[in-house]
Every structure is written in C-alpha cells, then in structure tokens.
C-alpha cells in the first residue's frame, strides 16, 4: 500500500511539472505561474507563484483568473461580469482593465484558467517566479523538471528501511529503479509530443495594384496554398491541424501517420479586405496514439493540452499496472559507494 501510494504521488507529481513545463514551451500557462508585476499585490506579490485550475474556466465575480492580452498573461480578479464578458481588475489598481487600460472585456476563450485559492488565501511560492523569468531557456525547464521528478523518487523511494544505506553504500531497490525509469520514460513521452508540435506561417499579401506577383492577391479573394506535414517520429502519430479566419477550410483537419509518413494537404483561404502584408498561422498539433480516437476528438476542442494530459496519465496509469503484476519489491538492484570526507565521514 505504501509503494502504490509513493507511486501515485510520483505520477501526480510528475503531470503537473510536465504540464507546467508543457505551459512554458507553448506559452501558456497549464498548472502554475507567476505574477509579472505588483499589480495583484498583496494577494499575489511580483514574483509569487501560483497555481492554476486549467479545467475551470467559468470564473464568477472575485475569481482571480489567467487571461490573455496582445502577446502576453495577465493575472487579474473578476470584478463584474457584462454581456460582452469579464471585467477584471488588479487588487492594486484604482482603475478596472478596461477604464484603465482601455481593454476589452475578457471573452471566456482568452481565460487559461481560474487561480486555485483555499478559502480567501492565495497557496503560493514567495518570489520564486523572479529567478525563473530571466535566462532560462526551455531546455533548462525541461531538464529542471526531470530533477525534479528524480529527486522526488529518490526521496520516497529511497525512504524504506533502514538497512538500505549501510557499510558505505547507498542500496537503491528495484521499486525505486522502477519509478526512477518510468519517471523518465514519462517525461520522454512528454517532450516527444510537444517537439511534433509547429504553427506553419504562410506569408501573403493583399493589394489592390494593378499586375500581379507570386503571393499577392486582391481583397477579398479566395486562394490555396499547399502544406506538408512529416512525422519525423519512428512510431505513428495521430495530427489535428487547426487555424483562424481567414483560413476557411484545410483538406484534412484530422489524420494518422505511420513513423516518417508525411501528408499533402491544401489550405484555403480569403484574402482580408484590408491592404496589407499578412502571415496567417497553421497549429499542428500531434500526439501518439495511446487514446481511443472519440476520446481524442471530445479532448482536443477543450485545449490541446487537455490530451496530452490524458495520455499521460494513462502511460503513467500502464506502468503503474505493470509494476503491480510484475511483483517488484524493494530487492536490492544496485549499490552505490559513499565517498568518505577528510574527516571519515560518509557523504550520501
């Protein structure tokens, strides 16, 4: 009981550092994040981090929730709610975002998240956002997390009896060897979806002038460009493609492909109205096929996260299951010597 729940606690443990590690390579904030300034202050202090229901985006009026704006997140409270949607405000501002800054109300679609609070507090990490927003670079997150994870089996797995650090070593059991390899096998899985993930730019522009160049199209009409999507993956894939106005239609939107397929794909479009030089985006977003294909299409209209969520847990719930009828016990696997200090102490 003891080792299901060590492991149960891993597997939590690691979803939410993968989603938040997710979150930062997508920008986007999943499960955690920090206040980029004293806006919200004293309830969330520049710095803080805190924590995110991604599920709950149906605030009411004294939520504090994550919402976009232009290029960037803004962590603000629900102070009234219109027809056009939210209006929110810093708890250290005079002014609403919308007299103040002139923002438009909130629409729900622009919501990450709703802020977790127990009661009317805030839970939140003092100040460690300040070391985290400057100089570290998605690798480092990645590699952070995986630390993390790791440090978190050692310690638990390592927590048995006793005897598992005696006569100068430090005795690591299958159990522990286990959950170690699994951990990172998760952590693997992770990385592979979101390096399959792309948003594909296709450039053109949209004048009036007489004559015509590759391109270049009038206002208002309607064109095609091609696209190739590659599974540069050894195993299949499963991809959703999606994009906005003025995309109208993309030959397939939904598709497998076996490990190094590729697919040819047509993208239609309507030039705006507006002259002007345009870069509409394509979202590709590919995952392995660990989920039943109507699961799949009920989770990805949430958020594309939301499946990578899923298949997480289900790979973490199959190694679970693996490691319970394999019959795996705290039977040593490995030693590993502990240095003695100048003084005949042992280093751990």
């Given at each position: 009981m003891r080792t299901l729940l060590e492991y149960s606690l891993l597997t939590i443990m690691g979803v939410l550092i993968i989603g938040s590690l997710a979150g930062a390579i997508v920008e986007r904030p999943v499960f955690m994040s920090y206040a980029y300034s004293g806006s919200m202050t004293p309830t969330i202090s520049r710095g803080d981090v805190f924590f995110i229901n991604?599920?709950?985006?149906?605030?009411?009026?004294?939520?504090?929730?994550?919402?976009?704006?232009?290029?960037?997140w803004t962590v603000h409270r629900v102070v009234a709610i219109t027809?056009?949607?939210?209006?929110?405000?810093?708890?250290?501002?005079?002014?609403?975002?919308?007299?103040?800054?002139?923002?438009?109300?909130?629409?729900?679609?622009?919501?990450?998240?709703?802020v977790v609070?127990?009661?009317?507090?805030?839970?939140?990490?003092?100040?460690?956002g300040n070391y985290l927003g400057d100089g570290v670079s998605n690798g480092w997150k990645i590699a952070l997390g995986t630390a993390f994870v790791i440090a978190g089996i050692l310690s638990l797995g390592g927590g048995g009896?006793?005897?598992?650090?005696?006569?100068?070593?430090?005795?690591?059991?299958?159990?522990?060897?286990?959950?170690l390899v699994s951990a990172i096998l998760v952590i693997m899985v992770a990385i592979s979806i979101f390096a399959s993930w792309e948003v594909v730019p296709i450039n053109y522009s949209v004048t009036s002038a007489i004559g015509s160049r590759d391109n270049w199209y009038k206002p208002g009409e309607e064109f095609q460009r091609e696209?190739?999507?590659?599974?540069?993956?050894?195993?299949?894939?499963?991809?959703?493609l999606s994009a906005r106005s003025p995309v109208t239609e993309?030959?397939?939107?939904?598709?497998?492909?076996?490990?190094?397929?590729?697919?040819?794909?047509?993208?239609?479009?309507?030039?705006?109205?507006?002259?002007?030089?345009?870069?509409?985006?394509?979202?590709?977003?590919?995952?392995?096929p660990l989920l039943p294909g109507p699961v799949m299409d009920r989770l990805y209209p949430v958020h594309p996260m939301v499946p990578v969520l899923g298949i997480l847990v289900v790979f973490s719930a199959l190694l679970g299951l693996i490691y319970l009828l394999s019959g795996i016990g705290s039977e040593e696997?490995?030693?590993i010597r502990r240095r003695r200090n100048f003084l005949g102490v042992f280093r751990r």
């Open positions: 991604p599920l709950d985006r149906n605030p009411g009026v004294g939520d504090i929730v994550v919402f976009r704006t232009g290029n960037g027809s056009e949607g939210y209006i929110t405000k810093g708890d250290n501002n005079v002014a609403t975002d919308q007299q103040g800054r002139g923002l438009a109300p909130v629409e729900r679609n622009r919501i990450a998240g709703t609070r127990i009661g009317n507090r805030v839970p939140k990490i003092p100040r460690l009896k006793r005897g598992r650090r005696k006569n100068g070593y430090l005795v690591i059991g299958f159990g522990t060897l286990f959950a696209l190739v999507v590659e599974n540069h993956n050894p195993y299949p894939m499963v991809y959703y993309i030959s397939r939107e939904k598709f497998s492909l076996p490990g190094g397929g590729r697919e040819n794909l047509t993208v239609t479009i309507v030039a705006p109205r507006t002259t002007a030089v345009y870069s509409t985006k394509v979202r590709i977003n590919a995952y392995p696997a490995m030693r």
